[in-house]
């Protein structure tokens, strides 16, 4: 019996911004897309550019990272068609049993992520975060299957002026959702780091930080002028040239790219294909 088809989709949130993460998400799916013997198709939605929005049609979905503050489309068509889209994702999912919605978060939309489902506080970081950082798993991170693989702690490109914190316990028990990570506090945040990973449910998880992300993409915004004078000022050159040799470790942002979206979208194919077989 021949498998039904596999439709994935990007919820574009860059806005029009110049940026590697598209390719980075779109290098990863067709990877992943390799590995299987039936057809995957893969379309891209420019939800905050444009004010489109995938349908529920599709069985995969993976929402970008993006610039800016995350509730500076309040108000917005985008947005409302956004929350919209999570919220049918989540009823979906809770009045159905056996095929459900896949959908991961990224950065900019992890911040969206956290507004909706008000697991914890979005607001603006003490200070914007640029470069390969360490972020530490909690035992329930430990486990999970996108970072299981991981070191502990393990690095990830992080590009972020906003941040979610104070963590609505209440809110994750009611959701049945667990928090995987969080960044490795830096003396100005020590008593409150932010969140970097979520999962809501088995079918829908989030990191702050970007598991897309690859060397090139990286050594892009390392050779920014802006970028190099912000890292060298707020630490040291030293730090600086270290992130860039970073970009060669096999265990640090590589392994990360390797291993937390596609075991994603392979968890998720996998699930979809037993279902539909």
């Known amino acids: 019996m021949q498998k039904q088809e596999i439709k994935i989709t990007t919820i574009d949130l ?20 390799n590995f299987y013997d039936f057809p995957i198709s893969y379309d891209v939605y420019e939800t905050r550019y444009k004010d489109i929005i995938p349908s529920l049609e599709y069985d995969i979905y993976i929402s970008s990272g993006g610039p800016g503050s995350p509730f500076e489309g309040e108000g917005t068509e985008w947005e409302k068609k956004y929350f919209n889209l999570l919220d049918k994702i989540w009823n979906h999912n809770q009045s159905n049993n056996d095929k459900k919605k896949y959908i991961f978060f990224i950065c900019h939309s992890f911040q969206m992520m956290a507004r909706f489902f008000q697991f914890g506080e979005v607001n603006k970081r003490f200070i914007n975060s640029f470069g390969i950082m360490p972020f530490e798993k909690t035992e329930k991170g430990k486990s999970d299957s996108i970072l299981k693989d991981l070191s502990n702690p393990f690095y990830a490109a992080d590009l972020r002026q906003w941040q979610v914190v104070n963590a609505d316990y209440s809110k994750l028990d009611e959701l049945g959702a667990s928090i995987l990570s969080w960044e490795i506090p830096e003396e100005e945040n020590k008593d409150n780091p932010a969140i970097t990973a979520v999962r809501i449910s088995n079918e829908i998880v989030g990191t702050q930080f970007h598991p897309e992300a690859d060397p090139a993409s990286m050594l892009y915004h390392f050779r920014q002028p802006e970028r190099k004078e912000y890292v060298i000022k707020r630490y040291n050159e030293d730090k600086y040239f270290e992130m860039i040799e970073w970009l060669k470790d096999p265990n640090k942002i590589i392994k990360t790219r390797q291993t937390v979206l596609p075991t994603f979208l392979k968890n998720s194919i996998e699930e979809l294909i037993t279902v539909t077989a």
């Open 14 to 33: 860059y806005n029009n911004e110049p940026n590697e993460g598209m390719r980075c998400i779109r290098d990863i799916v067709k990877e992943v897309s």
